[in-house]
């Protein structure tokens, strides 16, 4: 399942990416679960609901925050289930959250990719029984896509700055309202920083995959504003990445340990040049207050102090270019997807459960009693068996 029209969080979107079966994206008939488990001719069970019902599903979550209450009711994405006459009251649907996109799945959990780390989220989602989740960076993998030009660009050489800081803000809605809070705490030194683009470009949902390199070149720091910053939670996105591909000097205002992070994937930080004590300041109001004065330090040191911190910045910089577009980092990432779904495979390996088919029929029963067409039942006397013979072989 993923997301379709990409970044999407509506319910309806996440679609069945496998629904070809015979395509280039289909499932091989020997990695479908009936065939791996019954030795028998299927003929008169829609072939669709043999696959779909009872193969493991990989859930990508991989590209947003997860949001457990956002899906909690599904009410829009199951409405038509709910409502019984336009007179009468909605009734409730059995709480499946994102599970309400294939209702009939047998399988006993769902593999759920994310990627943000001390997640209470995830916590939530696993400690329901029905998910085991599996972390990969999946926003560097879209990063190499987007910014692949600057690999080569030569236009992103750098110019002596016209601003120290560049400050992209373009939200500042739902989790992003810490950035009113701090655009508000730099107001002594605006004069310091370059807000958005240099060029005024337009500016829409689709600039992430964008970069001017005059905003780089004319500036000397980029002020990285993550979509998570008041949160436990660490997910850094192309916002982070951005920079990085660009050979820019960065702050990262993100959750506590982010830079950390970045280390570990082989990144290296501006320590001593940037005083980075704020990454260890798990309060954010006090992590924010660290960044602003960090920001005032670096715009009171004198011209030749300025320069040479610049100068050692941007050193460090150009390396963490070098080993964004290296061939390790890219199969680091593919590595760390494949382990990290092999893991939460191994939790659960595709064990079946009827909790949420049984749960569907008797709600349906109870308040779509009109559901039951006799089509429809002749299609459940010809699963249940099937279900049954499933459920004594795996």
């Avoid at 379709?4 to 309806?12: A, D, Q, V, Y």
């Avoid at 008169?44 to 009872?54: A, E, L, T, W």
């Avoid at 500016?203 to 390199?213: F, G, V």
Wanted: hydrophobic share 35%.
């Amino acid at each position: 399942m993923r997301s379709h029209p990409w970044g999407s969080r509506e319910l309806k979107d996440f679609v069945d990416y496998q629904t070809d079966l015979d395509g280039s994206n289909g499932i091989a008939r020997e990695h479908r679960v009936l065939h791996q488990v019954l030795n028998e001719d299927l003929t008169g069970i829609p072939y669709f609901k043999q696959v779909r019902n009872f193969q493991p599903v990989l859930f990508c979550h991989d590209q947003e925050p997860l949001n457990f209450d956002l899906y909690q009711d599904g009410s829009e994405y199951m409405e038509r289930f709910q409502q019984t006459s336009a007179h009468e009251p909605s009734v409730p649907h059995p709480d499946f959250n994102l599970r309400n996109t294939v209702v009939w799945s047998w399988q006993e959990k769902w593999t759920l990719l994310h990627s943000e780390l001390n997640s209470s989220e995830l916590s939530r989602y696993e400690s329901t029984g029905k998910y085991a989740g599996a972390y990969w960076w999946s926003h560097a993998m879209l990063a190499l896509d987007w910014y692949r030009y600057a690999k080569s660009d030569l236009s992103l050489e750098h110019n002596s700055p016209q601003k120290l800081f560049l400050i992209y803000a373009r939200d500042s809605t739902g989790t992003r309202k810490y950035r009113n809070d701090f655009l508000q705490m730099i107001a002594e030194i605006q004069s310091h920083c370059q807000i958005g683009s240099i060029a005024n470009q337009l500016i829409t949902s689709a600039s992430s995959a964008t970069y001017d390199s005059m905003d780089f070149t004319s500036t000397a720091f980029s002020i990285v504003l993550e979509t998570l910053f008041d949160d436990c939670r660490i997910h850094l996105t192309e916002k982070t990445l951005r920079p990085i591909a660009c050979g820019h000097p960065f702050i990262l205002a993100a959750g506590a340990g982010s830079l950390a992070l970045l280390r570990k994937y082989g990144f290296e930080t501006f320590s001593p040049w940037i005083n980075e004590s704020y990454d260890t300041l798990t309060d954010s109001q006090e992590r924010l207050s660290a960044i602003v004065n960090e920001m005032k330090r670096i715009s009171d040191l004198c011209q030749d102090q300025q320069t040479h911190v610049i100068d050692q910045c941007r050193a460090i910089a150009l390396r963490n270019k070098r080993r964004f577009f290296q061939e390790d980092f890219f199969n680091a990432i593919v590595s760390e997807l494949k382990t990290n779904v092999s893991k939460a495979w191994k939790q659960h390996q595709g064990r079946l459960s009827p909790e949420f088919y049984w749960q569907t029929l008797c709600w349906r029963r109870k308040n779509k009693p009109e559901y039951f067409t006799p089509a429809k039942r002749a299609d459940q006397r010809l699963l249940l068996p099937l279900v049954r013979q499933l459920r004594q072989s795996t």
